[in-house]
């Protein structure tokens, strides 16, 4: 089956320390991946997305990540975490037609003083 | 402004009750789906429509309905058959054209049994 695996369901990091939230999937072929940033009783928004081309993406708020295709792996990273950047983050890949997604289990990041 | 609408935000059920949550957009979307969160679960999809008056089952549909009478609205029936029906509910909506498309993202419906 085709998944999404987040490691680590909690981060905690300093505030100007280094976000990095860690995100595999498995599949035969590329799939086309996303991260979602959501806040307490909100949706989920978009903070970047890889299709094809540049494996380096760069998203929304200062994040990007980078499609590494050996390591199936599509980690999300910020240089310095502001305390605003306090949400949950949710990796997604797509399944099949209709751009069906399947979700990770999500991270959790709190920044801390 | 362009987006989806949820509502109610938040919404109160008696046990034995069917409640029905709404979401509509404007964003000209074909397709529109309905995701369930539970803590520490992540998202879950329970419908999905492509087109209007047609829609599949998700992962975990028992218990719930849909229609899709008009490309902007996709509401959702919590029905008396699902066990545990309290949670969040996201709906979602994409474009078909392409690939690679993003799902936008409604604010959600906190859905409570009493």
């Known amino acids: 089956a085709q998944s999404v695996t987040q490691l680590g369901s909690h981060v905690s990091v300093s505030e100007g320390a280094l976000v990095l939230l860690r995100c595999n999937y498995s599949?035969?072929?590329?799939?086309?991946l996303f991260w979602y940033v959501q806040y307490p009783n909100q949706g989920l928004q978009l903070l970047l997305k890889?299709?094809?081309?540049?494996?380096l993406v760069k998203g929304i708020n200062g994040f990007e990540a980078e499609f590494k295709k050996s390591e199936t792996s599509f980690h999300l990273t910020k240089p310095s975490a502001h305390m605003s950047d306090a949400a949950e983050y949710f990796c997604?890949?797509?399944?099949?037609?209709?751009?069906?997604?399947?979700f990770g289990t999500g991270t959790r990041l709190q920044v801390t003083l | 402004d362009g987006g989806i609408t949820q509502s109610p935000k938040y919404l109160f059920r008696k046990e034995g009750q069917n409640v029905t949550l709404s979401c509509e957009q404007n964003?000209?979307?074909?397709?529109m789906y309905w995701y369930r969160q539970d803590p520490g679960q992540g998202l879950r999809l329970i419908y999905y429509?492509?087109?209007?008056?047609?829609?599949q089952k998700g992962d975990i549909a028992e218990g719930y309905s849909v229609s899709r009478e008009k490309k902007e609205s996709f509401p959702l029936t919590v029905t008396s058959a699902q066990k545990n029906p309290t949670a969040f509910y996201l709906c979602?909506?994409?474009?078909?054209?392409?690939?690679?498309?993003?799902?936008?993202f409604g604010p959600g419906t906190r859905l409570t049994v009493l």
């Open positions: 997604a890949r797509n399944t099949g037609t209709a751009s069906k997604l399947t």
């Open positions: 979602a909506s994409s474009s078909l054209t392409g690939g690679g498309n993003e799902q936008f």
């Open positions: 964003l000209n979307h074909d397709a």
């Open positions: 429509s492509q087109i209007v008056n047609d829609f």
């Open positions: 890889y299709t094809t081309g540049a494996t």
């Open positions: 599949s035969s072929v590329p799939p086309y």
